[in-house]
């Protein structure tokens, strides 16, 4: 049974820093490519940032410069540290494979006040 499984948000001012994780069971963690998405009240879920099983990261404009995603294999882990928080980034964040997608996990609330 393949399980996604978001932690690391929380509540933080602007201009601060969190680091989300999220393990992966049941898949084959490192021939997949991952994704962050997020979805803010009211809007449709979006890509964020993804990483290739190679390591090749792209990144949507908006967060370019201060988001980083990585990848530990070994720990079946993608990770995304997000740096210069904004109060536009407050979202529910997701993990999951940029298309094809897995079942979604529960989301870690990131939440940025200004």
């Known amino acids: 049974q393949v399980q996604l499984v978001e932690s690391g948000g929380g509540l933080v001012q602007a201009g601060g820093s969190l680091r989300l994780s999220c393990a992966a069971s049941g898949i084959t963690f490192s021939i997949n490519p991952m994704g962050w998405f997020r979805q803010a009240p009211g809007k449709q879920r979006e890509l964020v940032a993804s990483i290739t099983r190679g390591g090749t990261t792209n990144y949507v404009d908006f967060v370019k410069g201060r988001f980083t995603i990585s990848r530990d294999n070994a720990k079946n882990t993608v990770y995304l540290q997000m740096n210069s928080l904004k109060p536009e980034d407050t979202a529910v964040y997701y993990c999951?494979?940029?298309?094809?997608?897995?079942?979604w996990g529960q989301g870690t609330q990131v939440t940025v006040s200004s």
């Open positions: 999951n494979r940029p298309t094809l997608h897995l079942g």
